[in-house]
């Protein structure tokens, strides 16, 4: 199986799907990290199998999608750190279905919600779905900001930081915006949301890539 960092450089936001199941043992996978996740982050993400009805409105095909039965529900209590937690979470679901030969793309608009396909409790919302499945093609890689951008530090970049910061430049971001700073002040980092829509979502995707590129080990978010 090929490895999270591989799996970051391997994964492109795929919108056109197969006509193909899930295969079991790519589910019980699924499944088990969707369980740790949810037992990690207290959030309530489910995966929705063979439920075409959300994928198939006037939204879903003006948002070029096709052949969408699967995906990933990320759901969890209203608060203020709901999005950003769901971004984390879910990417690390997102490379995890890289890892098991699987196509995904972030979706938060060209969708409609099937009540009867998840369970949303009182006081919990819907943030964000993922979709999931058997690409027609593995897509191509976005443009991205230099380093320098998204990335400042109190002296020369460390190869960490740098290796960091070009992790999250993978990540996939709304409108491919990629509206993050990272800034680094001794071994602390602290991570950053610019304005604009779902940027909370996309930093915590770029967060879970910066600590698989840069290494845990090698500091604390501020």
């Known amino acids: 199986m090929m490895d ?6 391997e994964r492109h936001s795929i919108r056109q799907y197969e006509d ?13 990290e969707i ?20 994928f198939d409105s006037f939204m879903a095909h003006y948002g070029k999608f096709s052949g969408v039965k699967n995906y990933i529900a990320m759901i969890g ?17 997102v490379l995890k279905a890289q890892q098991l030969g699987l196509n995904t793309c972030w979706v938060a608009m060209t969708y409609s919600k099937v009540k009867t396909a998840f369970t949303v409790n009182s006081g919990e919302k819907l943030c964000i779905v993922i979709s999931l499945g058997y690409g027609k093609t593995n897509g191509v890689p976005h443009k991205s900001k230099p380093v320098e951008a998204i990335a400042k530090a109190d002296r020369p970049l460390p190869d960490w930081f740098r290796a960091g910061a070009e992790a999250a430049l993978l990540a996939p971001t709304a409108m491919n915006q990629q509206k993050f ?5 001794g071994n602390k980092v602290s991570a ?3 304005f604009g829509f779902y940027t909370k979502i996309d930093l ?7 600590e698989l590129g840069a290494g845990s080990e090698h500091f604390e978010w501020a």
Request: aromatic share 8%.
């Open 20 to 32: 193909r199941p899930l295969e079991e043992s790519v589910i019980a996978e699924l499944e088990n």
């Open 35 to 54: 369980e740790a996740c949810n037992k990690e982050s207290g959030l309530y993400i489910q995966l929705v199998k063979d439920e075409p009805k959300a």
């Open 4 to 9: 999270l960092k591989e799996a970051m450089k």
């Open 181 to 185: 700073l990272f800034t680094l002040n």
């Open 77 to 93: 209590k209203k608060g203020p750190d709901l999005d950003e937690k769901c971004g984390y979470y879910g990417e690390r679901l």
């Open 204 to 210: 915590g995707i770029a967060k879970y890539h910066f």
């Open 192 to 194: 950053k949301a610019g």
